[in-house]
């Protein structure tokens, strides 16, 4: 089956502009996740949705940065008012559960450049 | 607060060579331990998932280790080919109630010369 996908692959924005990123899980996948990975690092945990409810957004990085799942199924996150700090690539993960018998499947990443 | 670190930050071997990684986490109250691969400009791929109460998963050319009391977990690759390029994350998942998540090191990046 297909895995999961991520819109766009590249985004190049100028500073001061807000993005979306969108992030289409494992079809029937409950929970969902986002992590920020800049150069050289591992990814940083950034969100959590089980279903539509977002149940951990302590990894947010400020308030610019929003991530909605209103059906459960593809999740969003926006970045208003881009800074330069917010390059990096976007991961989304999902996984079946949650818990730790859960494997979490990654998508291709967003790569933000911001300019 | 969690810290995982992986050794070495880089590893260079020729093809054939079996060889090791290692992650070492701070807090043992953990639920699992994952082992990534990520290759450039692509997304992560999960290789093996130990869950707390396990010692050891294998997957074809790769095991991996958990000990959980010490902090450590290894990843062996066995008879190690080109393909096997790549830099490899290990992740362990931890927290409490709603506040679970994965903790990442740096990763190990692989250089396989044919």
């Known amino acids: 089956g297909a895995g999961v996908s991520q819109s766009p692959r590249y985004k190049v924005a100028k500073r001061g502009q807000d993005v979306a990123l969108r992030c289409d899980p494992i079809?029937?996948?409950?929970?969902l996740f986002w992590y920020q990975q800049a150069l050289g690092q591992g990814p940083e945990f950034l969100t959590y949705?089980?279903?539509?409810?977002?149940?951990?957004k302590s990894g947010l990085p400020s308030d610019r940065f929003f991530a909605e799942r209103p059906e459960g199924s593809v999740s969003t996150l926006k970045i208003q008012r881009t800074q330069q700090e917010d390059s990096a690539v976007y991961l989304c993960?999902?996984?079946?559960?949650?818990?730790?018998?859960?494997?979490?499947?990654f998508g291709p990443g967003t790569r933000l450049t911001v300019t | 607060k969690q810290e995982v670190t992986q050794i070495p930050a880089a590893l260079s071997v020729p093809e054939g060579e079996n060889l090791v990684l290692n992650c070492s986490f701070t807090?043992?109250?953990?639920?699992?331990l994952q082992w990534f691969r990520q290759d450039p400009g692509k997304g992560l791929t999960s290789l093996l998932l130990i869950q707390s109460s396990q010692r050891e998963q294998t997957s074809g050319r790769l095991n991996a280790s958990l000990d959980k009391s010490s902090g450590r977990s290894t990843l062996y690759i066995a008879a190690s080919q080109p393909g096997d390029s790549a830099t490899y994350l290990c992740a362990v998942f931890l927290g409490a109630g709603n506040n679970r998540k994965l903790i990442w090191g740096l990763g190990t990046s692989l250089a396989v010369n044919p």
């Open positions: 949705f089980q279903n539509e409810a977002q149940l951990d």
């Open positions: 079809s029937g996948h409950v929970s």
């Open positions: 807090d043992s109250a953990i639920y699992n």
């Open positions: 993960a999902s996984s079946l559960g949650f818990g730790g018998s859960y494997e979490q499947y």
